[in-house]
């Protein structure tokens, strides 16, 4: 069975920081570009970050330049995302998702259930 599980959100102050997770089972990451999206309420879900299997960095949220990076754990088939300098509109439910080779589009195979961010003082 192919699955994402994304772990480590939390509630945190502005300013703070966390690292996101993404562990697959069934698949090799290795093969795949994993990028993260974001929801919040009652906003459409947007792509945050991209890694592809070069590791090569999308990012597609202007947002989060110079605050959120993303990197690859291949001996772990993981991927992380490290938030830092949170603001609280960075509040959201974060997923991550893969997709053959790269991060040339948005449409992704497979998705993970998602793990809340929560940005409040």
């Known amino acids: 069975q192919l699955q994402l599980v994304e772990s480590g959100g939390g509630l945190v102050q502005p300013g703070g920081s966390l690292r996101l997770s993404c562990a697959a089972s069934?698949?090799?990451?290795?093969?795949?570009?994993i990028g993260w999206f974001r929801q919040a309420p009652g906003k459409e879900r947007e792509g945050v970050l991209c890694?592809?299997?070069?590791?090569?960095?999308?990012i597609w949220a202007d947002s989060v330049k110079g605050r959120f990076t993303i990197s690859r754990d291949s001996a772990k088939n993981m991927v992380y995302m490290q938030l830092n300098s949170l603001k609280p509109e960075d509040t959201a439910v974060y997923y991550c998702?893969?997709?053959?080779?790269?991060?040339?589009?948005?449409?992704?195979?497979?998705w993970g259930h998602g793990t809340q961010v929560t940005v409040s003082s």
């Open positions: 998702a893969a997709r053959p080779w790269n991060c040339g589009s948005l449409v992704f195979d497979y």
């Open positions: 069934g698949f090799t990451l290795d093969v795949h570009a």
């Open positions: 890694i592809s299997t070069s590791g090569r960095t999308s």
